[in-house]
């Protein structure tokens, strides 16, 4: 990626769902209307393992003309139905469906899913290669932003990405940065974004 791109976990947080969405939006134009504003997201495990063939073609077609990227969180260890499933994605999204997201168990993805990135968030264990710590926790493998919630100070912001910008590879000039957490405050995340534009990030 050539430069930074702003997502969340997931588009429909309890915590924002009533004032993000116009009243009476249906349901299934959420994902549409959240691309407006980001340009990627991490799809919860819970959603993407229960996407059908229809769902992915309604997806295809969502984003035909636009430059949208899906990653996906594996928390738990992956079966072969996650896998197979994980293959369907990739059959269908194509490069859209850039990487995989483990959350706290490292675990080797079988070779039918090369064609994903990985990155592991744990508090603990880190991956081989890429690593970037942050409070109590560290994000590492391929290249990939995640924090649990967001400060309100814009110099808290700033200060973050700044270190997460330079931790990448060298001559990596962006990557995709998830926030995550339970309550994600949309308008803060809304203002990260214009922070790292601000930042020329």
Do not use: H
């Amino acid at each position: 990626m050539d430069n930074l791109i702003i997502g969340t976990q997931g588009w429909e947080s309890e915590a924002w769902l009533d004032f993000f969405y116009p009243e009476g939006m249906p349901e299934d134009w959420r994902l549409d209307f959240y691309s407006n504003f980001f340009e990627c997201v991490l799809v919860e495990e819970s959603v993407w393992k229960t996407w059908t063939e229809e769902a992915l073609e309604e997806l295809v077609d969502m984003f035909e003309e636009e430059a949208f990227w899906f990653f996906f969180e594996v928390s738990n260890v992956l079966t072969e139905q996650g896998v197979i499933q994980l293959e369907k994605v990739k059959r269908f999204l194509k490069e859209r469906a850039v990487g995989v997201v483990l959350k706290e168990t490292n675990q080797n993805l079988p070779e039918v899913l090369s064609g994903y990135s990985v990155t592991l968030v744990s508090k603990t264990d880190k991956r081989d290669g890429w690593c970037w710590q942050y409070e109590d926790g560290y994000v590492s493998g391929d290249p990939v932003g995640y924090v649990d919630g967001l400060s309100r100070d814009g110099k808290v912001q700033s200060a973050m990405l700044k270190q997460f910008m330079q931790s990448l590879p060298e001559g990596q000039k962006g990557a995709a940065f998830f926030i995550g957490g339970d309550s994600i405050d949309i308008d803060q995340v809304k203002n990260l974004k214009i922070v790292g534009e601000i930042m020329g990030y």
